[in-house]
């Protein structure tokens, strides 16, 4: 039986055509990795994009709402249930998205807890600024020898906040081990070249605003979901917000949120690399190719480069 396939790449590289297209040819399942696309009604910020599916089953896409906090914990545990109903089913799982740590996550099989909200804690760290938010997570995260959050993900205080409680929480608390194995799958990346991405990223962001991406945002905040759990999404509910709110003008909007983006786009790219110096063999795709060569290269490398994949998923570290 052919191993998962994970299809990874930064923001606007053009992943979800890509397993989309080879799900539909190889009789395959996509299994969404972005921490975003779980939440319902936040669709235009998030990129679902469903259209690109067709007929292809996709999972966790749509599976929470919108103001509740949803978790790697949480997402580790939906991925394996899911990949097991795939897998009982004979199709093909295809895990696609660009968050890194997820992906990362159910490769591995990180051993996590859930860790529980301290009211005390949140209560002593409001009012501080998100750069000494941020020297305090560095601290813990130095004395606990932490790797398991991407701090370079904390883009708001609130988030900065929501780090520090997990820090210090598994600084008291030795984990549970909760036993969700590693998962063996082949690795493409799609690879776009820089000054392309950026190009992208701009042009898609100004279709997402035509397509009434602050309308979306205005209805979530008319329907009740508090600003700051707005804001704490970061991106486009981030910005957009702040714009609705009043903390910002159209202009300082897009140009804030665009500068983002960029950023993001950057640090994904830098946790995929990371991820190939952690022993992750990453087949990575020129992003500018047609998608009916992209789907023939990679169809090419599980012929060709599973038996050297399986080799080098051996001696990843658990």
């Known amino acids: 039986m052919l191993p998962m396939i994970t299809i990874l790449g930064p923001t606007a590289s053009g992943k979800t055509p890509v397993a989309a297209r080879l799900a539909a040819e190889i009789g395959g399942e996509v299994i969404s990795a972005d921490s975003r696309q779980v939440y319902r009604r936040m669709d235009i910020g998030t990129g679902k994009d469903l259209a690109d599916y067709g007929a292809v089953p996709y999972h966790l896409i749509d599976i929470r709402e919108p103001g509740t906090k949803y978790n790697l914990f949480e997402y580790q545990q939906d991925f394996f249930d899911v990949y097991q109903q795939i897998r009982g089913r004979g199709a093909v799982p295809i895990l696609c998205g660009g968050t890194g740590l997820y992906i990362e996550a159910v490769l591995k099989g990180y051993h996590l807890s859930p860790v529980p909200q301290n009211q005390a804690l949140r209560d002593s760290l409001e009012g501080k600024s ?30 900065a906040i929501r780090a520090i409680e997990i820090e210090t929480y598994n600084a008291a608390h030795p984990m549970p081990r909760r036993e969700l194995p590693p998962v063996e799958s082949l690795i493409i990346g799609i690879n776009i070249d820089r000054e392309l991405r950026r190009e992208k990223i701009t042009r898609r962001l100004k279709a997402r605003l035509e397509e009434e991406m602050v309308d979306e945002v205005r209805a979530l905040l008319d329907e009740g979901i508090p600003a700051e759990d707005l804001i704490y999404y970061g991106l486009e509910y981030k910005f957009v917000t702040e714009y609705l709110t009043g903390q910002l003008t159209y202009d300082e909007m897009f140009n804030r949120l665009e500068i983002a983006i960029h950023q993001f786009a950057k640090r994904q790219m830098t946790w995929f690399r990371g991820m190939e110096r952690r022993g992750f063999l990453i087949h990575w795709i020129d992003a ?23 080799e080098t998923f051996a001696r990843i570290d658990p």
Do not use: F, W
Not at 131 to 151: D, Q, Y
Not at 293 to 308: A, E, G, L, R, S
């Open 130 to 159: 998100l750069v000494e938010l941020t020297e305090m997570l560095k601290e813990l995260k130095a004395r606990n020898g932490s790797n398991m959050h991407n701090t370079t993900d904390v883009d708001s205080c609130q988030r």
């Open 288 to 310: 500018t190719l047609p998608i009916e060569v992209k789907i023939q290269q990679i169809k090419d490398i599980i012929n060709t480069d599973y038996k050297n994949y399986k």
